[in-house]
């Protein structure tokens, strides 16, 4: 009737796949960047600030971060300028732990 499969997470979570991945949300995180300077400028609907750390923490930190000097969007708020490099380098080192140190 119904037959259940195994997920083999080491087939899912290869080194092209995670690459692939953090480039698709790095590009997403530059792009949300943008899309919320240019609502800024339009004063229209805006992109929440809890959406722009979530994307960052989800490892768009560098294409969030680009975008946040290349649009000079978000560079006067502290939360923004501490913040999202902050993400960005303790998800580095927890990748460097993970996959080096340990």
């Known amino acids: 009737m119904f037959e259940f499969k195994t997920i083999n997470f080491q087939e899912i979570f290869?080194?092209?796949?995670?690459?692939?991945y953090l480039l698709v949300i790095n590009?997403?995180?530059f792009f949300i960047m943008w899309l919320d300077k240019y609502k800024a400028k339009k004063g229209?609907?805006?992109?929440?600030?809890?959406t722009l750390f979530i994307v960052t923490a989800l490892g768009g930190g560098?294409?969030?971060i680009a975008g946040m000097y290349k649009f000079?969007?978000?560079t006067q708020k502290m939360n923004f300028v501490i913040g999202f490099p902050t993400i960005t380098i303790l998800e580095i080192i927890a990748i460097i732990y993970y996959f080096i140190i340990r």
Do not use: A, D
């Open 44 to 50: 229209s609907w805006r992109i929440s600030e809890k």
């Open 72 to 74: 000079r969007h978000k």
């Open 27 to 29: 590009l997403f995180g």
């Open 62 to 64: 560098i294409g969030t």
């Open 14 to 20: 290869t080194t092209q796949n995670i690459l692939i």
